[in-house]
């Protein structure tokens, strides 16, 4: 056994023993998630775009309009596109290359719970059907690696989303032509709070520092819209999660989404 993972064994039993006792090792309640931190207009050239700190994660998000070619079985719909990117900075077992595989699942998670939601009502994007839409692409940039990216990007790109402003295209000789100085707000029908939570042993935990990450079980992220409903969910971990925990679960994601989404909401006034 190596010394990297008798201290990751040793930071383990110690989290466990914690748990046992009903805390956490940084002292927050198991259904407390960290302290959420939300700017928007962090970077004036992109459409929209938003900051968020999640206790040390930090995530910025720029929002890229633009006009495209609608998928060939959605013609009457708009594009929205999510993508993630860790800079090698976060973290240092970020290395730099291709996305591996955590950070495809971070995007296309990040990408269902806003796109299942339905916050954006893609049929008022089409300039012509079948021809021409407007797309909406969002990047999440990690630039600090401390647990949870899933729910930091969601925030982060949700609050990016409700502070954008789409241009105005209109279609001449079949292409869209921009119309300079003018723009609207982005057609939003509701807005999707993410919780992740994670398994370790019995215990149920709300966002999970990059420690608590490291020896969790299991972890479930569950997506819910304005009216309560889940709309989105991913498992993953080694172990899963009983059907009384799944429960459980769920009652958390809409208690603590309701508090997200009011923080979501109060960031982005005004925008």
């Not at 459409?47 to 999640?54: D, I, K, P, T």
């Not at 591996?100 to 916050?119: K, P, Q, T």
């Not at 997506?223 to 059907?243: E, M």
């Amino acid at each position: 056994m190596t010394s990297t993972s008798i201290i990751d064994q040793l930071k383990r039993n110690k989290i466990v023993e914690l748990l046992e006792q009903g805390k956490r090792i940084d002292g927050r309640a198991f259904d407390e998630p960290r302290t959420i931190s939300i700017e928007t207009g962090v970077i004036p050239k992109a459409n929209g775009s938003a900051r968020v700190r999640l206790g040390d994660t930090e995530v910025v998000v720029g929002v890229k309009i633009q006009p495209d070619k609608p998928f060939p079985d959605m013609g009457d719909k708009g594009i929205f596109i999510c993508t993630a990117e860790i800079l090698p900075l976060a973290h240092p077992s970020v290395e730099t290359g291709p996305p591996n595989e955590d950070v495809i699942e971070l995007a296309r998670v990040v990408d269902r719970g806003i796109r299942e939601s339905g916050m954006i009502d893609l049929s008022k994007l089409v300039l012509e059907k079948d021809k021409s839409v407007i797309g909406v692409f969002t990047d999440n940039s990690i630039i600090d690696h401390d647990g949870n990216l899933f729910d930091a990007c969601s925030y982060a790109s949700t609050a990016a989303i409700l502070s954008c402003k789409i241009p105005k295209w209109e279609i001449k000789d079949g292409v869209p032509v921009l119309v300079e100085g003018e723009e609207s707000d982005p057609p939003i029908t509701t807005i999707p709070a993410s919780v992740t939570m994670a398994r370790i042993g019995e215990h149920i935990i709300v966002d999970p520092n990059a420690d608590e990450w490291a020896c969790m079980d299991a972890r479930i992220t569950i997506t819910t819209n304005s009216d309560g409903n889940i709309c989105a969910l991913q498992k993953g971990g080694s172990q899963g999660f009983s059907v009384e925990q799944l429960v459980k679960c769920s009652e958390i994601a809409v208690t603590i989404g309701v508090k997200i989404r009011e923080i979501i909401k109060n960031s982005t006034k005004g925008s």
